[in-house]
Each structure stands twice: as structure tokens, then as C-alpha cells.
């Protein structure tokens, strides 16, 4: 209940060589009931597509007292941060930092860097990510064409092809991870295709960075992007992103200014010290707790090695698949080599509302997991062993939730 009774505190009355007078007689909305109240947070697994659960470690880190935004030892941390970036991407490109904002901040500074109003781009959709792309990319002016096919499917580089050479394309998305479909998209050849073109690559690495393969230089990916709360496990808010050589010439050679201020390259460059210039001038307060706690999830990282981190994801998932099928379920990517190991999705089991064996599993067992997204929905339920999260004991608690699930809530519907 916020709309307590209020009265002003006899303190606040003070007398005045005037007259006896109410302090704060203009305020006029009182302060609410429920800001009196201490915050409450409840404990979930978050089991989901993301945010996973966050380490102590990191969230100590996110805890430490902030420094300003413009101090040296921000910028070292900065600079920390950047190359843990480089390493967790496989990327030597200079142009790398990371964005005050989730994802989609990534997401609309790549797009509203690389491209100028009235230039074409060719999104490849199989889920709501590609979706996403191009509806960015429209409300700045490109003309958008897309590839597409529905959630679980993916593209053959042939295809890819034909769709550059028709369109001519400056910009080529794709998602690596496709979170709403479970998904890993095949990598190998696009970024050579693109460059045959004369298109820059840009990839959502959102929800697979640090759980699928992904070497951005090896395999010529222009831009990528990806957000701190999946398999970094750090908090949401932060999103690193790098740009190549190629890149950088597109972006920085423009006619136009890009949409947006704040998430302007030429300003956010200097603010990560990657322009060369010997001064950084004030662009933004970049969230530093953030930051403090992105440096330690990119720490985490290094400190287990990449590809120990990917094949962990892959072991894991092995686990959990194999499990879901000995309970009778349906896993939605056939082909195991194209499952996204961070977010399982699994076919909605016959004859049983997701939307019920969700809140079941919610009320009981206090995991989250989560149905589909944007076209996946009504298709999918989406598992999610990130990180912090992957591991055996809570792949095996996932089973046991489900389990106990699918007999608590058969068929109610039917
Ligand atoms: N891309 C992918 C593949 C994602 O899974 C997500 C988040 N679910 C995003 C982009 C968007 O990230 P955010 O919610 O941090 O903006």
C-alpha cells in the first residue's frame, strides 16, 4: 500500500522571522508506504535464459566502494576490462570495450555506427533476435532485407550468399546463440562470404559467449556483441562489444552522424582510451559498480581458460539432454551439434499448458525457467546452465523439478 496517510513531522515546521511556517509546504506527494519498507529480494534459481545467478565473487566485486567515472584507476580497470574482452572474443581489434546497457545497446551502437540512413542490410531471422536487428536497423533508415526461417532452423552459407550477392548489403547479422530457439548458428566460411561481398559481419554472441566456440578474428566477424548476465555471470547492465579494422573505417568515415549521442562510437572510443588521443574527455557516467563487476567475470573467465569453459557448457548439457529424453521429452534442435549448450529448449510436452508447468515449477521448486520468445513462443520451454549455474547438481535438480511437474500437472487441461 503506497497511498498512506502522511503528515509533515513537527522537525520539518520551522519558525521564521515571518511567522510559523511549513518548511516543505510545496511538497504535495507524500512519501510512499512502500519506500519505508526494507527492499526484499527473494532467492530463485535462475535456471532461464538469462540472468543466471551471480557468484559471491562478483557480486563482492559489483560491491566495492565506486570511484568516479573519470579517475586513472577507472580507466585502469577499463583497460582491464577491455582486455578480458579481447580474450573472451578472440580478438586483437584495438576498437574493443563495453557498453553502459544490456544487450540491445550493443545491438543499436553497432547498427547505428556501421550503417548511414538509405544503406542496405541483409538480417538473417530464425527467432527474435534477427527480429530485433532489423526493426533497429528500419527505424534508423536502412533498407532492410532479411533472410529467414522459423525458429530452429538455420542458414546454409550457400544461402547467405546468394542473399549478398542479390542484396549488396554493407551490414550482415547473424546470431550466434539464438537464445529463443536454442540454437548455435554454424560460423565457419560467413565472415569470408561477407568480406567477398564487401559486407562487414556483425553476430549476437549474447547467449553463447563463454559456452559455444566462437573466435571472432579466425573467423572474420566484423562486429560482435554480447551482455554480461548470461554465461559471464555478472549483473545485467553492462554488454561488451568489438569492432575490426574494417570495421572502424566504415564507421569512422561516415557522411552522416549516427542517430544516437550516447551510444556514438567516436565519443565512446575516447571514453575507453581507444582513440588514440592522449586525453579522455566526458562523455557519459559509465555504470562502475558495472564495470567492477564485469572485470570480475571476465577475471573468472581467464582464470578457467575459454575452452574449458566451453567444453564444461558442453559436458553439461550432454548431461541435461540426455536427461530430459529419459524423462520422455522432446528436444526441440534436433541435430545436437547445432544446440545452443547454454539454453536447452525442450517441445512443450502434449496435452500440458507451459504457462502452468512453469508457475508449478516457480511456486515449488523456485527455479525459473521460461517459454518461448517472440516467435518461439507456444513452441518451446527454454532451460538455461550458464556459468555459476552449469553444473551436474543443478542440471540434476532442473530433471527433478520437471519431473515432479509433469506428474503434479498432467494433462489438468485435457
Ligand atoms: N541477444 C540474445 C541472443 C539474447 O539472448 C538476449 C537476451 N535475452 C539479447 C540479445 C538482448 O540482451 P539484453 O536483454 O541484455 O538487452
Known amino acids: ?5 502522511w503528515a509533515i513531522p513537527s ?36 535456471f532461464g535464459p538469462g540472468p543466471s545467478n551471480v557468484p559471491p565473487r562478483i557480486l563482492a566485486a559489483g560491491g566495492r566502494p565506486i570511484i568516479g ?42 547498427v547505428f555506427n556501421i550503417v548511414e540512413p538509405g544503406e542496405s542490410v541483409l538480417v538473417a531471422i530464425n527467432g527474435i533476435w534477427g527480429e530485433r536487428v532489423a526493426e533497429i536497423a528500419e527505424r534508423m533508415g536502412a533498407k532492410v532485407h532479411t533472410l529467414f526461417k522459423t525458429p530452429g532452423g538455420h ?19 547473424l546470431t550466434h546463440g539464438e537464445s529463443s530457439a536454442g540454437l548455435v548458428h554454424p560460423m565457419d566460411g560467413v565472415g569470408d562470404i561477407c568480406h567477398k561481398y564487401n559486407c562487414l559481419l556483425l553476430v549476437d554472441s549474447v547467449a553463447s559467449l563463454g559456452a559455444a566456440p566462437l573466435l571472432m578474428d579466425q573467423q572474420n566477424i566484423d562486429i560482435l556483441y554480447t551482455g554480461s548476465q548470461k554465461a559471464l555471470n555478472a549483473p ?49 557516467t559509465g555504470p562502475v559498480s558495472g564495470f567492477f ?24 548439457a550432454e548431461y541435461l539432454w540426455k536427461g530430459l529424453e529419459d524423462l520422455g521429452l ?12 547454454s539454453v536447452t529448449t525442450i517441445a512443450i510436452p502434449e496435452g500440458y499448458d507451459w504457462k502452468e508447468l512453469l508457475a508449478y515449477i516457480m511456486k515449488h521448486h523456485r527455479i525459473e525457467f521460461t517459454g518461448g520468445l517472440g516467435p ?22 532442473v530433471l527433478a523439478a520437471l519431473e515432479d511437474a509433469l506428474k503434479q500437472c498432467r494433462k489438468s487441461k485435457a
Open 155 to 173: 542458414f546454409t552459407n550457400a544461402e547467405i550468399e546468394q542473399a549478398l550477392a542479390k542484396y549488396k548489403p554493407v551490414l550482415f547479422f
Open 376 to 397: 518461439s513462443v507456444g513452441m518451446v520451454l527454454r532451460i538455461g546452465l550458464m556459468g555459476y549455474n552449469c553444473n551436474k547438481a543443478n542440471a540434476a535438480m
Open 293 to 316: 563487476a564485469l572485470r570480475e567475470s571476465l577475471a573468472i573467465l581467464a582464470e578457467m581458460g575459454l575452452e574449458n569453459s566451453w567444453s564444461h557448457h558442453t559436458e553439461i
Open 330 to 341: 522432446k528436444l526441440f534442435i534436433k541435430d545436437k551439434d547445432l544446440r545452443l549448450p
Open 236 to 284: 545485467p547492465g553492462t554488454a561488451p562489444v568489438s569492432f575490426s579494422e574494417r570495421a572502424c573505417h566504415k564507421m569512422f568515415n561516415r557522411k552522416t552522424k549516427p542517430v544516437s549521442y550516447l551510444l556514438d562510437m567516436t565519443h565512446l572510443s575516447n571514453y575507453w582510451g581507444n582513440d588514440g588521443k592522449p586525453e579522455r574527455i566526458y562523455h557519459h
Open 11 to 46: 522537525s520539518l515546521v520551522r519558525s521564521t522571522k515571518h511567522g510559523v511556517h511549513r518548511g516543505m509546504s510545496s511538497v504535495t506527494i507524500p512519501p510512499p508506504a512502500c519506500m519505508l519498507r526494507p527492499l526484499e529480494v527473494p532467492f530463485r534459481y535462475l
Open 1 to 5: 500500500d503506497c497511498g498512506q496517510q
Open 69 to 110: 567515472h573519470m579517475h586513472s584507476e577507472m580507466f585502469g580497470i577499463m583497460n582491464d576490462i577491455k582486455k578480458g574482452i579481447q580474450y573472451a572474443f578472440q580478438t586483437s581489434n584495438n576498437m574493443t570495450l563495453a557498453m553502459s546497457g544490456s544487450g540491445h545497446t550493443a545491438m543499436e551502437c553497432a
